[in-house]
């Protein structure tokens, strides 16, 4: 830790890798931004910073069942929007564990949890509607508390984003009370979700996402009077976008919140995303999905919230005045399972019963992943893995693995979700015996899966087997070695930019983005194991 007083500045994505919906609050001298994390779990992310440019992950709240269990739940479905907002001496969560995506209905419970402390046990939820998802809670000056979500429409005849509702919620009774009002239809760009609301000098501010999560995504900013509304749209209507601005490093600009320093300057949130290219149109694709960046913005004469450069287009860097530099320690680069827990960087897919998937105690200087059911499965994937930050990286990592059976694999995977996968792997071939082959899987919604050495197979002699994916843009090789010196390709190049929301089943189908981990599957169900020694991750600055 150190602290200076030289003006910082935060280098955009702050968040990098897969956080999007990013919602921020400030206590004291400490902010918090939480994100959403779909079919991961433990659900929603929270990072702690001192100074809006150094973070660290300290929480995932949504650590046990009965705040959350999404086994079964679809791609791209479970945690959506969290907000997080603080109020007498109390952190208040709001999200929704969204059950189905696809088609006219969508099935969106949205709940609410608390804690005096961020790392701290959250209470149990507390259901609050499913007439839409995003909600947010705004503590009014007058004590009263009010949850706003969107609201879907499932009508053929309707855009499905039906406008935003506001209702009081009591504190003492634990649920919503009263009537409903649709305070908000949006502005003409449509699609209007992610409200949050704020009070300043009389007015009630309302900032909604709008313009879908794609390329034509912005920030929102009407305010009222009257909490009800009618609610006016500013002049420049969308404060924060990138959809007029093709060329922005950082695109897809919308969905966030907006927080006042303790020394009074205004910073906005948002999630972003980097292509691997803004020219090439083939690879208009964002492997690491939706990031959050942060935005020093103002009020201006009139009231109206607008960027410091008087420009809606996202910064790639934003200086920060007035907070002292506040560092944490870096993030190891290896991680060996000789603890008690995994790193805090691994998550896995849908279920809190971790016991039937991985263990750290039955092996003491490995993760021992149980052989479950098939790569992509929406109940018991042994699969762990952490989110790529860097456009290019490397990943590495040390398998002991002895399968005697073709419905036996383990290996090293780059996921991004169960349509879309390149699959390192060690299975059992009763030709050729343990051999090492790659599957993928580039987004047929059939959940087809090519095998591109599957006439080649690669014999292997050894029980160890040490796994590696180099990824430079949108190009992925995989090498296996024996003994950690001579590494040996496998297969050709593949495409990367298969890993990403605008592939595939196409743009805005997925919300998630690419992680890299260990995985395991046993299709006989004998749950044969694999045990991995240890992970690396290396940002490959290229």
């Known amino acids: 830790m150190s602290t200076n007083n030289q003006k910082n500045i935060a280098i955009n994505p702050i968040l990098p890798g897969f956080n999007p919906d990013p919602s921020i609050c400030r206590v004291g001298d400490d902010y918090y931004i939480a994100t959403s ?108 508390k009010y949850i706003l979500n969107m609201v879907w429409d499932h009508r053929a005849d309707r855009t499905f984003f039906g406008g935003i509702l506001l209702q009081e919620y009591c504190t003492k009774q634990k649920k919503l009370i009263g009537p409903i009002h649709n305070v908000f239809p949006g502005s003409e760009l449509g699609f209007t979700e992610g409200p949050h609301l704020y009070k300043l000098d009389g007015y009630y501010y309302l900032l909604t996402a709008e313009g879908g999560t794609g390329y034509n995504h912005a920030m929102t900013m009407a305010r009222s009077k009257n909490i009800l509304g009618p609610y006016e749209l500013g002049p420049q209507k969308h404060f924060i976008t990138a959809k007029d601005s093709p060329s922005s490093t950082l695109q897809r600009a919308g969905h966030g919140d907006i927080v006042q320093a303790k020394n009074g300057d205004w910073y906005a949130v948002h999630l972003c995303s980097r292509p691997l290219s803004l020219v090439d149109e083939a690879l208009r694709r964002s492997p690491m999905g939706r990031e959050t960046a942060l935005e020093k913005i103002t009020r201006n004469n009139d009231g109206w919230f607008e960027s410091v450069t008087g420009s809606p287009a996202p910064q790639a860097q934003v200086a920060i005045d007035g907070l002292p530099e506040y560092t944490w320690p870096k993030d190891k680069i290896r991680h060996y399972f000789n603890t008690d827990a995994l790193p805090q960087c691994f998550q896995w897919l849908r279920t809190p019963y971790t016991e039937n998937l991985f263990s750290l105690s039955e092996n003491k200087q490995a993760l021992r992943l149980f052989g479950r059911e098939s790569i992509g499965s929406l109940y018991a994937s042994s699969l762990v893995a952490r989110r790529q930050e860097h456009i290019s990286f490397q990943a590495t990592t040390a398998m002991e693995y002895k399968p005697d059976n073709f419905q036996k694999m383990a290996g090293l995977v780059c996921y991004y979700n169960s349509h879309k996968f390149h699959y390192l792997f060690i299975s059992h071939d009763s030709e050729v015996g343990v051999y090492i082959g790659v599957m993928s899987c580039n987004g047929d919604q059939s959940l087809n899966v090519c095998f591109p050495l599957d006439k080649n197979k690669i014999a292997i002699a050894s029980s160890k087997v040490y796994l590696r994916a180099i990824v430079v843009r949108n190009s992925l090789e995989f090498y296996y070695s024996t003994d950690e010196k001579i590494w040996k390709r496998v297969g050709e190049k593949l495409d990367y930019s298969v890993l990403s929301d605008e592939a595939g089943k196409g743009e805005g189908a997925n919300f998630t983005g690419t992680f890299v981990g260990m995985c395991c599957q046993d299709l006989t169900g004998q749950a044969t194991y694999a045990d991995f020694e240890y992970f690396e991750y290396v940002n490959n600055k290229i």
């Open 37 to 144: 994390t779909f079919e991961w779990y433990p659900g929603v992310q929270i990072h702690h910073s001192k100074d809006l440019v150094n973070w660290r992950l300290v929480a995932r709240p949504l650590n046990r069942p009965d705040l959350l269990d999404m086994t079964g739940c679809p791609d791209s479905c479970g945690v959506w929007a969290p907000c997080l907002t603080w109020d007498n001496g109390k952190f208040y969560l709001i999200y929704t564990d969204v059950k189905r995506f696809d088609g006219n209905f969508k099935d969106t419970h949205n709940y609410l949890t608390t804690c005096e402390t961020i790392d701290g046990e959250w209470s149990e939820r507390v259901y609050l509607n499913s007439s839409g998802f995003d909600p947010s809670l705004f503590h009014d000056d007058d004590g009263k």
